[in-house]
């Protein structure tokens, strides 16, 4: 916790002046120039320009100390057209040693007031695979962004750059020079709003411009994945192998058991219930794992710890298996390109019968054989012997999330009172979020959100009496409901309003959404209202409302079962993942029309006599 008040204190300490109000650095330019060593080492020399400003700021130099060194920090006053140097005043320096984060230190310097500044210095770094990005965006206010890249004749550069056309400017050009080859590239950067853990190179729900790296031998030029790959698979096979006592546990764990798909289910489970989920280190640590024989020995780990015990573990039962590089839904980027910046996780992969299957030991409720949530749609780096391959994670249908609800309902007009129970089937990952909860809270508690969570979701009607089955492929959930103020009577006709109907995303409390919007998976929601009515009605047409874009539609339906019992009914298909450009004005519409129609009375004439 000491640890953590420091780090907390050096990050608002970076964001805020000297005075204590918020920094709003303004830099003229900043220009990195990297250049690659022939021994696979490089250096960056960082040149940052600040405009004069009225404050002192602190600027903070974010470095790993695992594997880069900082050196030669300066500060330079403009005098006239040139910069002469001058004595720095301070440099705060402090480790940031949290729980997930062990290599990492901070450099703050002291930028004086009133004057035009440049501050440089020198990052130099041993892992050429740790020069992974460019980023194209800024957490202060930047004019103009520069990068020079120089590589030898030896290496080759590859890059890949995502969110390009958010940029106003954005330039690059490339020469061949005596010794090799070099790039200039120069942007007008996004600004973004400061994350902590951005400092880090933690990404979470950003989609801003980065140009993805790679740098490689001029014998693998066109095979970047390959590359890729065989560095990865290189720096893992020391952590391989398993030790006679964890042998002798799996045996345990499998014996009498001859079917590989069984032994699969049996090995995942194990790991997902007994070893303890740990967060990331930054360094070669965040990429390469621990040793199974260690990871086992702890029973905790993060994602490429507890994925490569688990492969380990699957091929001594002789179940081939692999580890993947990956990237969840809310990293920066996609893992389809082969750069450590484009991936944020690591999973395991098991080969049976010729299918291919995932095995996420961090997600608790996942099941083998299917899609993992967090990766749906998106592409990982399968690592192996074989030189490695992209392979695409398919994405859930609709119709394999289903979500039915039934309700049987009877209406009381004198007392205006509709009362009646309701059930609840989440098929497939619809009910995850809800799983989640149960997980981490219990049954007990679940309760409790499920209550006031239901009784919001029902149009602010009670709910009680709730009752949960939680299965592995389904989880069932009925109650009864009380529903007031919906119905009253005149001479000749029933009033019946139906905006107690479940809402048509219930992940989502607001009346419309907005773009990049997370909500999980597609679904298929199914909702059947039977209302018996106290006194005999005249049997009506069917009212039907139909409403379809691409990957969404809306159908809903108001019949007459007999004089004396209706049905209020709605089939919702939603394929999308996320709110984006493309879906987002076809959704908000839908959003919009069934609001207004159930928020209209269904008017219901009394059987004459």
């Known amino acids: 916790m000491k640890n953590l008040i420091k780090v907390l204190f050096f990050l608002f300490f970076a964001f805020f002046n000297i005075k204590g109000t918020a920094q709003n650095i303004h ?106 990005r460019l980023e194209f965006f800024s957490y202060d206010e930047i004019d103009t962004l520069k990068y020079q890249i120089k590589v030898p004749k030896k290496f080759d550069l590859a890059y890949n750059t995502i969110y390009k056309d958010s940029l106003s400017f954005y330039a690059i050009d490339s020469t061949k020079t005596s010794t090799g080859y070099q790039w200039n590239i120069k942007v007008s950067p996004n600004k973004v709003e400061p994350d902590p853990l951005q400092f880090f190179g933690i990404y979470k729900n950003m989609k801003v411009p980065l140009m993805r790296t790679l740098i490689m031998p ?77 990871v086992f020995l702890n029973k905790q780990g993060d994602c490429k710890d507890l994925s490569n015990f688990l492969s380990e573990a699957l091929k001594y039962k002789g179940i081939e298996s692999d580890i993947a590089l990956a990237a969840t839904f809310d990293h920066i980027s996609d893992c389809d390109f082969p750069s450590l910046s484009s991936a944020n996780h690591v999973i395991g992969i098991a080969y049976i019968n010729g299918k291919t299957i995932l095995l996420d030991p961090t997600d ?48 009381d007009s004198n007392n205006m009172l509709i009362n009646g129970i309701f059930n609840i089937d989440y098929n497939g990952i ?62 000749s006709n029933k009033y019946l309003f139906i905006d107690f109907l479940p809402r048509l995303i219930e992940t989502e409390s607001r009346e419309t959404l907005i773009e990049g919007t997370y909500l999980r998976n597609p679904f298929y929601k199914k909702i059947r209202a039977k209302i018996r009515m106290d006194e005999p009605i005249e049997v009506f047409n069917t009212i039907e409302h139909v409403y379809e874009g691409d990957g969404i539609s809306l159908n809903i339906k108001i019949k007459a079962i007999s004089n004396l019992e209706i049905e209020c009914s709605y089939d919702f298909i939603f394929e999308h ?33």
Request: hydrophobic residues 35%; positive net charge; contains cysteine.
């Open 364 to 411: 608790a409720i996942h099941i083998e054989g299917t899609p993992v949530q967090s990766l749906q749609d998106r592409t990982i780096l399968i690592v192996n012997s074989k030189g490695g391959s992209f392979f695409e994670v398919e994405r859930f249908s609709p119709q394999q999330n289903e979500i039915y609800y039934q309700m049987d309902l009877k209406l």
């Open 27 to 132: 830099l003229l330019s900043k220009s990195e120039k990297i250049e690659v060593k022939e021994d696979s080492s490089f250096v960056n020399e960082i040149s940052i320009i600040f405009k004069k400003s009225e404050s002192q700021r602190i600027y903070p130099i974010f470095y790993d100390t695992e594997l880069e060194q900082i050196a030669d920090i300066q500060l330079f006053e403009k005098k006239g057209k040139r910069f002469k140097k001058i004595a720095i005043r301070k440099i705060y320096e402090e480790d940031v040693k949290l729980d997930y984060i062990t290599s990492k230190k901070i450099k703050s310097v002291v930028i004086p007031a009133d004057k035009e500044i440049k501050l440089t210095y020198l990052v130099s770094c041993k892992e050429l695979m740790y020069f992974s």
């Open 218 to 294: 001029n014998s693998l030029k066109d095979q970047p994945i390959k590359y890729m790959n065989d560095w990865y698979f290189k720096n893992v096979i020391p952590k391989k192998g398993l030790n006679a006592s964890v042998k002798q546990k799996i045996d345990e764990l499998t014996a009498n058991v001859s079917d590989p798909l069984e032994i699969v289910n049996i090995i995942y489970s194990y790991v997902k219930s007994n070893f303890k989920y740990v967060a990331i280190e930054i360094g070669m640590g965040a990429f390469i794992p621990s040793h199974a024989n260690e």
């Open 430 to 491: 619809s009910s995850n979020y809800l799983k989640r909860i149960i997980n981490s809270e219990g049954k007990k508690e679940f309760k409790n959100f499920a209550k006031s969570h239901y009784e919001e979701i029902f149009g602010n009607q009670s709910v009680s009496g709730l009752i949960l089955k939680d299965e592995l492929k389904k989880l069932h959930l009925e109650g009864d409901i009380s529903i007031t103020g919906k119905t009253f009577n005149d001479g």
């Open 577 to 609: 993942i996320f709110i984006d450009q493309k879906n987002i004005g076809k959704t908000n519409e839908i959003l919009k029309s069934f609001k207004k129609i159930i928020n209209e009375p269904v008017v219901l004439q009394k059987q004459k006599n």
